[in-house]
């Protein structure tokens, strides 16, 4: 019988989060600042979501309810690891200095560039960029799941526009 329950929830987790599965774990990575990072903070993400599954009371409101939880385990990762932020740009985590990028390289640098440059921002102004610029939330959304007002997402997005 139990097994039968948890084999439901994990159904219902699994059709819910299918659509925009993808995006999450685009929003993960950005959010961790690397591929490996971002996977367990999605993989965490969802297990804390199944577990909470039957608190959701519309099921409408799943992807920003998921976000919201997703942005709650980045949150706590982020405190353990405060340290990280100190490290100077050379010794990123996952990145390798390029001295001479080879010819034909440069928008894989660029990438590169961009992701490390939204992995040292502050963690509020890089949640509102993504869940904003590149996730396509509303302002209003992301206010929701930040729990801040819309005008303290407006000023989170102009001064994280202003720091990249």
């Known amino acids: 019988m139990i097994r039968d329950e948890r084999s439901d929830r994990w159904d219902r987790l699994t059709g819910m989060l299918a659509p ?3 995006a999450a774990l685009g929003t993960a990575r950005r959010l961790a600042g690397s591929a490996d990072e971002g996977d367990d903070l999605l993989q965490e993400t969802i297990l ?7 608190s959701l ?3 409408a409101r799943f992807r920003s309810w ?4 997703l942005l709650s385990v980045h949150r706590s990762h982020a405190r ?4 990280r932020r100190f490290l100077p740009l050379s010794e990123v985590p996952g990145q390798e200095p390029v001295a001479n990028p080879p010819h034909g390289d440069a928008d894989r ?3 590169r560039r961009a992701r490390i440059a939204l992995a040292r921002l502050p963690s509020a102004q ?3 960029i993504v869940l904003h610029d590149i996730q396509g939330f509303s302002v209003d959304e992301v206010a929701t799941m930040q729990d801040v007002s819309a005008s303290a997402v407006k000023s989170r997005l ?3 526009r202003d720091r990249l």
């Open 20 to 22: 925009f599965h993808g």
């Open 109 to 111: 640098i660029g990438a």
């Open 80 to 83: 353990r690891s405060f340290w």
């Open 57 to 59: 009371r519309d099921e």
């Open 158 to 160: 102009s001064r994280g």
């Open 66 to 69: 998921f976000f919201a939880v």
């Open 126 to 128: 890089r949640e509102a």
């Open 48 to 54: 804390r979501v199944h577990s909470r599954l039957d």
